[in-house]
C-alpha cells in the first residue's frame, strides 16, 4: 500500500508487519517510509516494477510485484 500524498504525513505505523496475513500472503519483511512522493508502475514481462520516488523524482524504493511476491531494494 502506498499513501503519500496530502497536506501533512501521518504517523509512522507502529504496528509491526512481518507475520500480517494480506490477501492470502504473509508478511515476511518490512519497510516503513515518511516522507511524500509518489509511485510508478511499470509491467515487467508476466509482474510489475514499483518504484517509489520522492517529491525530486529520485528513485527511493523499487519493487518487484510477482504472483503474491514482492522484493523490494533501496
Known amino acids: 500500500m502506498v499513501g503519500n500524498g496530502g497536506t501533512l504525513l501521518a504517523?509512522?505505523?507502529?504496528?509491526?508487519?512481518?507475520?500480517?496475513?494480506v490477501a492470502g500472503a504473509q508478511v515476511t519483511a518490512a519497510r516503513v517510509l515518511r516522507q511524500f512522493g509518489y509511485l510508478a508502475l511499470e509491467?515487467?514481462?508476466?509482474?510489475?516494477?514499483?518504484?517509489l520516488r520522492d517529491t525530486g523524482g529520485m528513485p527511493v524504493l523499487v519493487c518487484a510485484i510477482g504472483s503474491l511476491s514482492l522484493s523490494c531494494s533501496p
Open 11 to 21: 504517523p509512522s505505523v507502529t504496528t509491526p508487519l512481518p507475520g500480517l496475513q
Open 43 to 51: 509491467a515487467a514481462g508476466a509482474g510489475w516494477t514499483a518504484t
